[in-house]
Each structure stands twice: as C-alpha cells, then as structure tokens.
C-alpha cells in the first residue's frame, strides 16, 4: 500500500539524512492524515495518489511564480521537490494517450458541443486518474469538443 511505502520512505531518508526527502514526505502524510481526520475514514491508494497530484500541482503553480521573481535557490528546490512527488505518481499520460481516452469517452456519452464539457470532463477523470493532471485534460477536451 501507498502508505506503508511512504512510511518506509521517510525512515529511510531519516536514516540517509536526506533532508528535502524527509520534509516533502513528511508533507505528504500530513496532508493525508488531514484528510482522514477531516472526512474520519482510511483513504485508500486512489484517493492517496490523488492527494500527491494536488501537491505535485501546487509545486508546479509556485514554480512560475518564483521563476517570475528570479529565485533560483527556491526555483531549485521545488523542480527537487516536484521530482520527489513524482516518483509516487504513476507515469503521466502523453498527450496522444489522453486525446485516445478523450474520444472514446466522447463517443460513450454521446457528447458533441462545448456545452457538455462537464460531462465528459467528469468520466475522462475517473478513467485516467492521476495519470494526467485536469489541466491537460481539459484541454484535450476543449479541442476535441470545439471542432
């Protein structure tokens, strides 16, 4: 389970005193434990790797502002960090897998105007997962829906 891997993960970097490891894992379980207090269950992998998307994304929005600002020595630590997220994700979809997805969902819901976007945004989701993150998809989807 994803869990137990980040558990043993974390030791391990304690043990290595890998310490930017230590913290974006540490980040991790916090952010998962809340979300079990927060809703009282266990999440299961699902919804635990949903979880290390969200904080894969909030890595990669704060890039562009720090690139903005010119700090490299955070820009570095978040390209590390997000390369740490990275490894508990599954491999990313490219852009020709999730436009093979997309159509068959278009073709499943009978969908043909920008107007049921939602729809098809809501079912491509759930068949991709964590695999692509909701921005690719949606663009994937406006494209596909536009013509």
């Known amino acids: 389970m994803l869990k137990e ?5 974390l030791k391990e970097a304690m043990k290595e005193k890998q310490i930017l490891r230590k913290n974006v894992v540490q980040m991790i379980r916090a952010a998962i434990l809340q979300v079990e207090k927060d809703k009282q269950t266990e999440l299961d992998d699902n919804q635990v790797l949903e979880i290390i998307a969200k904080e894969a994304k909030k890595r990669k929005d704060s890039l562009a502002d720090y690139e903005k600002s010119g700090r490299q020595d955070l820009i570095d630590q978040v390209k ?10 599954p491999k990313q979809l490219s852009k020709e897998e ?3 997805i997309v159509k068959q969902v278009i073709s499943e819901t009978g969908a043909t105007t920008i107007k049921d976007m939602g729809r098809v945004m809501k079912a491509s989701k759930e068949k991709i997962g964590a695999a692509a993150d909701g921005k690719a998809i949606n663009e994937v989807v406006r494209e596909l829906l536009k013509e």
């Open 98 to 100: 999730i436009t093979n």
């Open 80 to 89: 590390e960090e997000i390369k740490i997220i990275s490894e508990y994700l």
């Open 5 to 9: 891997k980040l558990m043993s993960d």
